[in-house]
């Protein structure tokens, strides 16, 4: 069983940049695949970035690619996510993810999931 802990959320002014912590318990954290995702007030949780167990290899949605960065750290069991050129679309509760295997872009292949933080930017 894994489970796993967001942190760093928080209100930030449009153009700044918080960085959001995903602390994972469990030896078989460093093998997952993990995932950020985000849903906003009245909207469908949706994808933001994944990353694969190595760290190799990562991606991202459209809306956030450039200003976003997905990185781990496996001896810390904890996944981050670095967000600048923040904007007040990037509002929403954001939520970690992990599943075994590749990263994917759906929702519905991660098995494991945090409670989530807010994110907050104000105009």
């Known amino acids: 069983q894994v489970q796993l802990v967001e942190s760093g959320g928080g209100l930030v002014q449009a153009g700044g940049s918080l960085r959001l912590s995903c602390a994972g318990s469990?030896?078989?954290?460093?093998?997952?695949?993990m995932g950020w995702f985000r849903q906003a007030p009245g909207k469908e949780r949706e994808f933001v970035a994944a990353i694969n167990w190595s760290g190799s290899t990562t991606f991202y949605a459209d809306s956030v690619k450039g200003r976003f960065t997905i990185s781990r750290d496996n001896p810390k069991n904890t996944v981050y996510l670095q967000m600048n050129s923040l904007k007040a679309e990037d509002t929403a509760d954001y939520y970690c993810?992990?599943?075994?295997?590749?990263?994917?872009?759906?929702?519905?292949?991660?098995?494991?999931w945090g409670q989530g933080t807010q994110v907050t930017v104000s105009s």
């Open positions: 469990g030896r078989t954290f460093s093998m997952f695949a």
């Open positions: 993810a992990g599943r075994s295997g590749r990263p994917m872009y759906g929702r519905g292949e991660y098995d494991y």
